[in-house]
């Protein structure tokens, strides 16, 4: 955006802040990123960034959040077998995005002997997993998984095989692997896998 377009105050500004942050993660990863650069990209004064985000750990942070939350929705189909396919395809058009890409790279950079992400970034990915608990909890009221039921290990279960392929063994994920991962999530669930008795 050009800075002879001002945003102004308000939504408008915060949605181009975050946006720009994640293209700027994308572009130049998480050791380059300066809240100059994100400015810059907006088409604001670096101090009208800083007034609602005081450091960069802060702005990279509420970025990540805000592009998981937009692009990976919890569902609520009426069925845990939908809910967790929807579920893990969100999660994987999601990391084949582009601020998919990006938001992985700042959270694997010290693999890459780059310095270490905020803790507050990973405080996103655990934030997330409680967000997507009621998929479980609705499910369990229903009786379609056994009460008892972790709903977190049920949903780190999940989500684990995508990210390994991913993160680990570097494969492309699909809709046919979110499937996958879904079908074995509800199987284990139903096998009592997740409770503790």
């Known amino acids: 955006m050009s800075p002879s377009a001002p945003l102004g105050r ?29 400015a810059q990209r907006t088409g604001v004064h670096k101090t009208t960034v800083y ?19 937009t692009e990976i929705p919890v569902p609520d189909t009426g069925s845990v077998g939908e809910d967790l396919r929807a579920l893990a395809r969100s999660l994987v058009a999601w990391v084949n ?8 790279a700042v959270m694997v950079s010290t693999a890459a002997g780059l310095p270490a992400p905020p803790l507050s970034a990973r405080h996103v990915f655990r934030d997330r997993i409680r967000h ?7 499910a369990i009221a229903r009786g379609e998984i056994p009460d008892g039921t972790n709903p977190a290990e049920m949903i780190k279960t999940l989500v684990a095989p995508i990210y390994f392929r991913v993160l680990i063994t570097g494969e492309p994920v699909d ?3 979110a499937d996958t991962a879904a079908a074995l999530t509800l199987t284990a669930a139903r096998a009592r896998l997740f409770t503790d008795d």
């Not at 702005?59 to 990540?64: Q, R, T």
């Open 51 to 69: 007034r609602r985000w005081p450091d960069r750990e802060t702005l990279i942070a509420e970025a990540l959040a805000d592009s998981i939350a």
């Open 175 to 177: 809709d046919n692997a």
């Open 132 to 138: 997507t608990l009621p998929v479980v909890t609705r």
């Open 10 to 38: 308000g939504p408008k500004v915060r949605t181009a802040v975050l946006a720009a942050t994640i293209d700027e993660l994308s572009e130049r990863g998480y050791a380059a990123f300066t809240i100059e650069n994100v």
């Open 97 to 104: 995005s582009a601020s998919g890409r990006a938001v992985l």
